[in-house]
């Protein structure tokens, strides 16, 4: 069984400061990195994705890879009330799916 | 640009009634469609997916069935509902290369 752990949470921060999700996967030979925003009673959206080849970074959001570790972060800067929401991790393996944790739910409080 | 259409948003069925949730992508051609439920307090299960036209791959054996009768229309059957269907379904759709995408989901409440 291919597993995506994360933390259900909620996580708690204040506004402006810099929210960390993280999850972890157990399939090593993952190739690619997804990370998921979902407002309650809404679906899933992307927000950005990553390869096993290094980081990225867009906007206020960061998404680090650590291979050896098996686990994917995604980092939020100046966070907002706006950015409360459960965020999924997704990781694809050699097959056709993608395989989701269940989510860490963030609430940025004003 | 891609879009993805799934209907209905919500949907309430009795035990034992029939079930038909229908999804459609437009602006891709041969995407690979997916079937996705979200019960609550639990993560996205993969039900089906379809990687061409009558191609069904199925992950969970339940009383749940997919057809892909044409290369951008993706359906989710059931003959009888049970309790334990309900649940939001989400459509998604990718091709090589590019990430997952969801349609808008369907609640659905079975009775």
């Known amino acids: 069984q291919k597993e995506v752990e994360q933390n259900s949470g909620p996580l708690s921060v204040p506004e402006g400061a810099i929210a960390s999700l993280n999850c972890t996967y157990s399939?090593?030979?993952?190739?690619?990195f997804f990370w998921y925003r979902q407002y309650s009673g809404k679906s899933p959206e992307l927000i950005m994705f990553i390869y096993s080849n290094g980081d990225k970074e867009d906007g206020r959001f960061t998404a680090q890879l650590n291979k050896a570790s098996q686990y994917v972060s995604l980092l939020i800067r100046d966070s907002q009330p706006s950015d409360s929401a459960t965020y999924l991790c997704?990781?694809?393996?050699?097959?056709?799916?993608?395989?989701f944790g269940k989510g860490t739910s963030l609430l940025v409080t004003p | 640009s891609q879009t993805i259409h799934q209907w209905p948003a919500t949907l309430v069925q009795p035990v034992g009634s029939p079930l038909s949730l229908e999804c459609t992508v437009e602006g891709t051609s041969n995407p690979n469609l997916y079937w996705y439920r979200q019960a609550a307090g639990r993560g996205l299960q993969l039900l089906f997916y379809s990687v061409g036209i009558g191609q069904i791959s199925s992950e969970v054996p339940q009383n749940l069935s997919a057809s892909r009768p044409q290369d951008r229309q993706f359906i989710l059957s059931s003959k009888k509902l049970l309790l334990s269907d309900s649940g939001f379904y989400l459509c998604?759709?990718?091709?090589?290369?590019?990430?997952?995408?969801f349609g808008n989901g369907t609640r659905l409440t079975v009775t």
């Open positions: 997704a990781v694809k393996g050699s097959g056709y799916a993608l395989n």
């Open positions: 998604a759709w990718s091709v090589p290369g590019l990430p997952l995408h």
């Open positions: 399939d090593r030979g993952s190739q690619s």
